[in-house]
């Protein structure tokens, strides 16, 4: 089956750092992924969608200044977290799209922590 | 606007014990059906889908039926095992291709042994 990769898995960072997570689509090309936010017992929150080589489709109330989203190529999507402040954070999870498949294939996710 | 609605947790069962996770949606068109396990710590892995009426999906003991007449797809498990404590999304998306799933609240599912 399709496999993404989500690199790193956990990550713990500065106040008003920054913080870059990868999303790898290993065994095909995915030309839409997608990022995610979890909160503590909570469902997924979807933040927006990523189209490679076009701009990123933000959801509405999530800052696009603050949550910058790449996707280069057809097998990499890349969501950097600006300025990290403690309330970013969360679980992130990246999912993307294979073909005319119904379904998206997720990461294992990045517990991103901010002290 | 698709929706999705699942059954408050936790479920908290003993090992063995019988499971079911109640799902039902609305949906404009006819859209598949997921259920994704989601481990501790983890990122979510499809368990099952179903993509037209009267499908049933399978995967590791666990089952669920696309029922369009009552606009379910319910998850059930003939015996849990304390391997199975998890939290269980349900979902659908549309059948054009967009990939972007309607998610459930999530069902946290605590296996005792």
């Known amino acids: 089956g399709a496999v993404v990769s989500q690199h790193p898995s956990r990550v713990i960072c500065k106040s008003g750092t920054s913080v870059k997570i990868e999303c790898r689509s290993l065994?095909?090309?995915?030309?839409?992924m997608f990022w995610y936010r979890q909160f503590p017992k909570q469902s997924l929150m979807l933040m927006a969608t990523s189209n490679e080589g076009s701009k990123a489709t933000y959801e509405q109330g999530v800052e696009k200044d603050k949550f910058l989203i790449n996707h280069a190529s057809l097998t990499l999507s890349t969501l950097t977290v600006t300025s990290a402040h403690p309330e970013d954070s969360s679980f992130y999870i990246c999912?993307?799209?294979?073909?005319?498949?119904?379904?998206?294939?997720f990461g294992q996710g990045t517990r991103l922590t901010v002290v | 606007g698709d929706s999705v609605t699942q059954m408050e947790g936790p479920v908290t069962l003993s090992e063995e014990a019988f499971l079911t996770i109640n799902c039902t949606y609305t949906?404009?068109?006819?859209?598949?059906l997921f259920w994704y396990v989601q481990y501790p710590g983890e990122g979510l892995q499809l368990l099952l889908k179903a993509t037209k009426a009267d499908d049933k999906g399978s995967n590791k003991g666990f089952e669920a039926t696309y029922r369009k007449e009552t606009t379910s797809f319910h998850l059930e498990k003939g015996s849990v095992q304390v391997s199975d404590s998890a939290v269980y999304f349900c979902?659908?998306?549309?059948?054009?291709?967009?990939?972007?799933?309607?998610f459930g609240r999530g069902t946290s599912l605590i296996v005792h042994p």
């Open positions: 949906a404009t068109g006819y859209p598949s």
């Open positions: 979902a659908l998306s549309d059948t054009g291709g967009s990939y972007i799933p309607t």
């Open positions: 999912s993307a799209g294979q073909g005319k498949a119904t379904e998206a294939f």
């Open positions: 065994d095909f090309q995915a030309t839409t």
